[in-house]
């Protein structure tokens, strides 16, 4: 609804009448905190139109996520591309996003890309290369690391702050800085943001080149233990590192809340007894560079494009809750109301993120197969047949947790794709 009421509102409106860009992209930004969203998109075009950069971006991410009208994906990349060429670094980093969720980065260009918006101080950008190098063995990168988290950190970005003050308390890439990590610390309690759990660290990656940014890194292939074939069930040890758990956890800390399960009759979602965690789910407006490339990660550790997977959630239980047997693919009727073109849930990729003092295994009780939880591992599991049929002996729980916390991150990933980008 129009609204005419707000002063500043109506300031804005008058300083926009003579169409200059630059007040059609602030009163578009104030139309879109007001939800006047098909407003906002208009004006945001007619300021990209006329060249400016920022509306550029904007108008971008709106066709990106499908904000005010459908996703439109290659509209995006090229209103993009437009603002990259004009020396924009947030469409840079932008089109990194998007090239790892389509699988377009054999265009390359991603690693320049981050580069420039990291030489902009752009936080985003930031804490995802700092991630990235957090993973290398050699001394250089890990203070790379500590160095950009604190640039981060610096400018705002709460998630980077505790990845820090995590690091520094433990010694992890520098020699254990209490008292610093206890400032930060005490700075993120003041906003109402706590410790993140205890992890043991993951051995650091001894096959990387030092110095250079290699984002494709993500998409390798690593090696699998196979559990059971029958259901197929593998896992992947240390998939994830230290820093990229803590991300999850942080990330999603703020948004948990009671989780919901798909009435197996009806297809809708409902709070049963069933599974009694906590969840968070990321659709990918919530996205950063940081979370998709871990998204990523997971996608290629199951063997599966990250365009079919639907949006990552985050599971805490607490003692006592668990998630009863059950399976990961979706009855017809369900299917139907979300994405029947993606077809159902193939696979499940689950990656633990901290250590749980007791309890807590996925048990697949028609092999047998009890997987523990350790921070970085993953546990990937077939729900259908090779033909596509359901396979019934996915099913699979998620046991009581006795001690402590688990915090688990899940990837359903489709048939086909889900995601616009
Ligand atoms: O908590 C677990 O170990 C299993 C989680 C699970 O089954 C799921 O996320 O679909
Ligand atoms: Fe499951």
């Known amino acids: 609804m129009r609204n005419d009421t707000d002063p500043a509102l109506a300031e804005l409106r008058r300083e926009a009448e003579g169409g200059a860009p630059q007040a059609l992209y602030q009163l578009a930004n104030a139309l879109v905190v007001q939800h006047e969203l098909e407003e906002a998109q208009a004006l945001h075009r007619r300021a990209a139109e006329a060249g400016l950069g920022n509306s550029q971006v904007e108008y971008a991410r709106m066709l990106m996520y499908g904000v005010a009208s459908d996703p439109d994906p290659v509209q995006a990349r090229e209103w993009l591309l437009r603002a990259e060429a004009a020396g924009n670094v947030v469409a840079g980093y932008l089109l990194v996003l998007m090239q790892f969720g389509q699988g377009r980065h054999g265009e390359g260009a991603f690693n320049d890309r981050l580069l420039a918006a990291i030489r902009a101080e752009y936080p985003p950008a930031l804490r995802a290369a700092a991630i990235h190098f957090g993973r290398r063995a050699n001394a250089a990168d890990q203070t790379r690391c500590l160095q950009l988290l604190e640039r981060a950190a610096v400018r705002g970005d709460a998630v980077a702050a505790r990845l820090l003050a995590e690091r520094l308390m433990r010694g992890e890439g520098c020699p254990p800085q209490p008292q610093a990590a206890r400032d930060i610390a ?41 559990q059971s074939s029958r259901p197929h069930v593998l896992t992947v040890d240390h998939l994830l590192s230290a820093d990229e758990c803590r991300l999850l956890m942080a990330s999603a800390e703020p948004r948990l809340q009671r989780s919901q399960t798909v009435d197996p009759e009806t297809g809708l979602p409902l709070e049963m007894e069933l599974r009694t965690s906590e969840d968070a789910s990321f659709d990918p407006i919530l996205e950063d560079l940081s979370l998709r490339l871990v998204q990523a990660r997971m996608a290629t550790a199951a063997g599966l494009p990250l365009a079919h997977a639907e949006h990552l959630t985050i599971l805490r239980y607490r003692p006592g809750q668990e998630y009863r047997p059950h ?41 047998g197969v009890k997987v523990a939880p350790q921070a970085g591992r993953a546990v990937i599991f077939d729900n259908l047949h090779a033909d596509g049929r359901p396979d019934v002996d996915s099913l699979h729980a998620g046991l009581p947790v006795l001690q402590g916390e ?3 991150a899940t990837l359903w990933i489709r048939q086909g794709r889900y995601r616009a980008y």
């Open 186 to 226: 005490a700075q993120l309690a003041r906003i109402g943001i706590g410790p993140l759990p205890a992890i043991d660290v993951a051995p650091l990656d001894r096959s990387l080149p030092a110095a250079a940014l290699a984002l494709d890194e993500v998409l390798r292939p690593v090696p699998a233990q196979e």
């Open 406 to 408: 688990k915090w688990l």
């Open 327 to 367: 399976r990961d693919y979706r009855p017809p009727g369900s299917i139907e109301r979300d994405h029947p073109e993606a077809g159902n849930r193939l696979r499940t990729i689950c990656v633990y993120l901290n250590e749980v003092a007791a309890g807590g295994e996925t048990e697949f009780p028609v092999s």
